[in-house]
């Protein structure tokens, strides 16, 4: 009777194991797939992140394009002034000795009269040729504001798309830490499964023993015990300081922001970081997006001042006390702000350069 009631209770077990031995293998089946849509989300992240970076230096390109035809422009007024100025002192010339009754009495009068109205002549056509020129200059400073005019629509219509990339980007990373949740309870729930079939395992062990000494009762029974193995796994993870980067850093706040700007005149966000670093022989990327890779990335908990701070399409350079010095934004000027300064201001990372 007793060894009956023996191997009920092994048959008993037996199906409860193979039943959490379903589970772990439908939790890691879900788990799998979970995985396939993460690899999905960070190829398109990856993908839309060289967008961003071929945006963000469009824009750059874009904005040192309209600096460039403005300083063309600058030069262009200056010559199309003095060149009036000069005009309307030969005029007053021409006008006080060419103009006048003496004039002509002395055209009369000279030795060589072929000579005198050949002068009269060539002063003439100087007047026709200072309008000619003036009116080339004002044909050419009107080009030019029309090339700076469209320049500026491309630049808007640059910042525009850098704006949609970098809101489809935090999109999908919150969609990516959300499958990224998803997964991390899957291992959750398939390590309670794994216990839970361990435990059954050894219940079964146990009542396979009892059913063998039931069956061997006249010799004595003999028990046999399973052991769980566990193991454990352990992960192991200059010549200037944070300091003066930031000191030199905050000289320049109050200076304006500068579509492709990295000098005092001007900056943009990674001209200025750039520029600071530069400033003590260390080379960074002109690019955001690509300085985020640059230096040795450090952790929030060890954050330091004189690190770079990297968010979608921008970057900030850390001062201490969850603050940051940066160039803002068009119309805005080099400032200090918090590190976290807008709500959709996700931190990428964190690089020490220095």
Do not use: W
């Amino acid at each position: 009777m007793g060894r009956m009631l023996a191997l009920v209770l092994v048959c008993s077990l037996s199906m409860t194991s193979m039943a959490y031995a379903d589970d772990v293998s439908n939790l890691k089946k879900e788990k799998k797939e979970a995985q396939e849509e993460l690899d999905e989300m960070e190829e398109q992240l990856a993908e839309l992140l060289v967008d961003i970076a071929e945006t963000e230096e469009a824009t750059i390109a874009k904005g040192e394009e309209v600096l460039a035809a403005q300083a063309d422009l600058a030069v262009m007024e200056e010559t199309k002034a003095k060149q009036y100025e000069a005009m309307k002192l030969r005029i007053k010339y021409m006008y006080e000795n060419g103009k006048d009754f003496s004039v002509v009495l002395g055209i009369i009068g000279s030795e060589d009269v072929a000579a005198s109205f050949n002068k009269y002549e060539y002063s003439e056509k100087i007047t026709e040729y200072d309008r000619a020129q003036l009116q080339a200059y004002v044909d050419n400073i009107t080009a030019i504001n029309n090339t700076i005019a469209e320049l500026q629509v491309e630049q808007a219509e640059l910042e525009t798309l850098q704006t949609q990339l970098n809101e489809k980007q935090g999109a999908l990373n919150e969609l990516i830490a959300e499958k990224e949740k998803e997964i991390k309870d899957f291992d959750t729930k398939i390590a309670a499964a794994v216990k839970k079939a361990e435990e059954e395992a050894k219940k079964r062990a146990a009542a396979q023993a009892a059913a063998a000494a039931a069956a061997a009762q006249a010799a004595g029974g003999t028990t046999t015990t399973a052991a769980a193995a566990t193991t454990t796994s352990t992960y192991t993870s200059g010549s200037v300081s944070g300091d003066q980067i930031v000191a030199t850093a905050m000289a320049y706040v109050g200076t304006p922001y500068v579509y492709g700007g990295s000098s005092p005149s001007g900056f943009d966000c990674s001209g200025f970081t750039s520029y600071v670093f530069r400033q003590y022989g260390i080379t960074l990327s002109r690019s955001s997006s690509a300085q985020l890779y640059g230096g040795t990335a450090v952790s929030l908990s060890d954050i330091q001042p004189g690190d770079v701070i990297c968010y979608p399409g921008h970057v900030g350079l850390y001062i201490g006390n969850g603050q940051i010095v940066h160039a803002t934004v068009p119309g805005d000027c080099v400032r200090v702000a918090s590190m976290y300064y807008a709500s959709y201001a996700t931190i990428l990372g964190v690089r020490r350069y220095y």
